[in-house]
């Protein structure tokens, strides 16, 4: 059986959901401090991609909820688009009611497109070992479980197949984290990107309690790992404004 606490929250009614929010809001600087002690500082990948770097490049992550992953890598340098959506199964399976099942075969995943020329591909990954989820949980991230929650990396080439399978196993064999990690490579999927409402998530609902609990901290961690990679200003999929 598989569980997410987000249709739960959304569908939950007015007050109580006024209620949450400020319960939340209260516990929000001791809920940051809590999980900004649980990201890793952990090392670059002594491999990474060799060559002459393209124009543009794209890499599909998975790592629990997408309003997170999207969130952290919209404010990333170098990354000029972030979309939240599903990879791992058929085209037809690839909406958020039927994925929200866990019988697809997708995972909720990110599509980040990056300029090669400011952030490799092996940093992309570095960031998303470290702040943007647990990559030593199976089929589950903070409240959310279930398959498609899954921890996956779907290499867009041989390239970073290679690049991604010896990063974990540098991970592993440094005992970068108290567990082995459990993430997938998974090739040959298809991405196919969620529904409007899904995209910009985090910047357009920042009070919204799941995103306080569960997200904001990861924001925060990023700004403190990579100083050098955060921004400011996050780049997003529409024109949407922060809500107050």
Known sequence: ???SSK???????????IVAAIALLALSPWAKQSLAEDARVIPP????????PAATEIAVLAGGCFWGVQGVFQH????TRAVS???GGEASTAHYEMVGTGQTGHAESVQVTFDPSKI??????????SVAHDP?????QGPDMGPQYRSAIFPMSDAQARVAKAYIEQLNQAHAF??????????????????????????RNPHYPYIVFNDLPKIENLKRIFPDLYRDDPVLVTAAQPSN
């Open 85 to 87: 959506g599903y990879t």
């Open 178 to 203: 108290s567990d082995a990690t459990v993430t997938t490579i998974e090739p040959g999927r298809t991405f196919y990107p969620a529904e409007d409402y899904h995209q910009d998530f985090l910047t």
């Open 7 to 17: 249709p739960i929250l959304r569908r939950v009614g007015p007050f109580v959901g």
């Open 45 to 52: 990948p002594t491999m990474d991609e060799q060559g002459t």
């Open 76 to 79: 990333v340098t170098g990354v």
């Open 136 to 140: 030593t949980e199976f089929n589950y």
């Open 1 to 3: 059986m598989s569980y």
């Open 120 to 129: 490799s591909y092996g940093k992309i990954l570095q960031i998303y070992f």
